[in-house]
């Protein structure tokens, strides 16, 4: 779903030169959707505005934070669709935490 919608970036190179661009082969429509989605979600979910505020420290452009975004919302959509369960933002969180995710660091205080 990630390479079909145009989220996943493709990567090019030739001889010693290497450059991530984004998909252009793919569902327009469908990789609009997904964006808007991602940068929707920065307004309700916490882990999603700490993943975003990552990527642009580390100097990604609006656009690709954004689709970074949605790469990792597609897996948890994805997850929640496979195991026919709803999406639950404090569950996802916990994982985090367990995980000791570099995203934590990001995350607004409540």
């Known amino acids: ?6 989220i996943a970036p493709i990567t090019v190179q030739s001889g010693k030169s290497r450059a991530t661009r984004r998909r252009r082969a793919c569902a327009k429509f469908v990789r609009q959707t997904f964006h808007e989605f991602a940068e929707h979600s920065l307004k309700t979910c916490s882990w999603a505005l ?7 420290a ?3 452009h609006h656009h690709a934070a954004l689709r970074s975004l949605a790469f990792k919302w597609i897996r948890v959509l994805f997850r929640c669709w496979k195991s026919r369960t709803t999406y639950d933002e404090a569950r996802y969180l916990e994982a985090l935490k367990r995980t000791q ?5 990001y995350l607004p205080e409540v």
Do not use: I, P, V
Request: aromatic share 10%.
């Open 101 to 105: 995710f570099s995203r934590l660091a």
């Open 58 to 60: 580390r100097g990604l």
């Open 1 to 6: 779903m990630q390479t079909a919608s145009g």
């Open 50 to 56: 700490a993943c975003y505020r990552m990527h642009r």
